[in-house]
């Protein structure tokens, strides 16, 4: 899996690490501990992801199921005119086995920046 944390200096990080079932059940949009994925003291908020073949997180899809819906807009969808729906295959709004890529910002800071803490990682 990997987490994409975005922090307050506007950067994006990357972290790749092994299933992470302590994130199965949340959903977009909760908070949890940033020391499930090696950033100790640091609070993250879940704000999308994608499956393992790309579809992504929609918020307002209940479930971790994979559905197909009509869209006006979000994301893959372009706005050729108004009025417009596509239908399109988006996976529901909770963490599971299946996601790919989870998308996260940081919500409190720990005491060291992401930077140090991943290169920390990187070390080990």
Known sequence: MKITVGDSNGQTHQIETEEKPQ?????????FD???VGLEGYTLKITGGTDRQGFPMRESIEGA?????LLENGS?????E???????SVRGNTVSGEIEQLN???IEEGSKSVDELLNEEDEK
């Open 23 to 31: 994130l199965y059940g949340k959903q977009i949009g909760e908070e």
């Open 34 to 36: 940033g020391g499930i």
């Open 65 to 69: 199921e994979r559905q197909r819906i």
């Open 104 to 106: 996260t910002v940081v």
């Open 82 to 88: 108004d009025g417009v729906r596509r239908r399109k």
């Open 76 to 80: 893959g969808i372009r706005e050729d």
